[in-house]
């Protein structure tokens, strides 16, 4: 067994959190902060995307098999492919265009599907009632993600236009107003 890459760290510093949080889901029902996502649509979306992000890589992360209603079972399946992926040298090493430059294919991982994680932990956790808090850590990478989107962040399809917080609101509550989300 090899040593875990900074990469795979990083990614999983990201997953795990996630990943504890879609195991307490209890409605896949639920409606999210995301507008018209429901829990199930939320964590569709996020299996696709980094799906179809290690696709446009040449790699294949496999559709689970199993019943719909087993979601938290679909996604520790999915993530442990993931995970394997942000801890393959050869994949991670790759260099990449992205939006906002140049980057390792394991650096865009982290930073735009890691960022996804972060964010979507939040909605995923609202959307049963429960408060999700960000470390200072996160925030920080979080924050650093939003300053490097620039505009782009706002575009249809990634970010809803971002909030005003309220008066004396703290770090978390800001951060969250300037993804579109109200805490």
């Known amino acids: ?3 875990e890459t900074t990469t795979e760290a990083r990614w999983l510093a990201a997953s795990g959190p996630f990943t504890e949080v879609v195991r307490g889901v209890a409605d896949w029902e639920a409606p999210t902060p995301c507008e018209g996502w429901s829990a199930r649509d939320l964590l569709d979306h996020v299996i696709t995307s980094q799906r179809d992000f290690a696709a446009r890589q ?5 559709v689970f098999d199993g019943s719909r209603s087993q979601l938290s079972l679909q996604w520790i399946k999915h993530e ?3 995970s394997a992926l942000a801890g393959d040298e050869t994949f991670i090493d ?3 265009d992205t ?3 140049p980057m390792s294919v394991g650096e865009a991982l982290v930073h735009y599907y890691g960022f996804d994680l972060l964010v979507h932990r939040w909605d995923l956790a ?6 999700e808090s960000f470390t200072e850590e996160e925030m920080d990478r979080v924050e650093a993600v939003l300053d490097s989107f620039g505009d782009q962040a706002y575009q249809p399809g990634i970010l809803a236009g971002p909030l005003q917080a309220p008066a004396g ?3 978390q509550e800001r951060l969250l ?5 109200r805490a």
């Open 80 to 82: 442990a492919a993931m």
């Open 169 to 171: 609101a703290g770090r």
């Open 177 to 181: 107003a300037r993804l579109g989300r």
């Open 1 to 3: 067994m090899t040593a």
């Open 99 to 101: 939006a906002t430059g």
């Open 94 to 96: 790759e260099t990449m």
């Open 58 to 62: 040449g790699r294949e992360v496999p």
């Open 126 to 131: 609202r959307s049963q009632g429960r408060q």
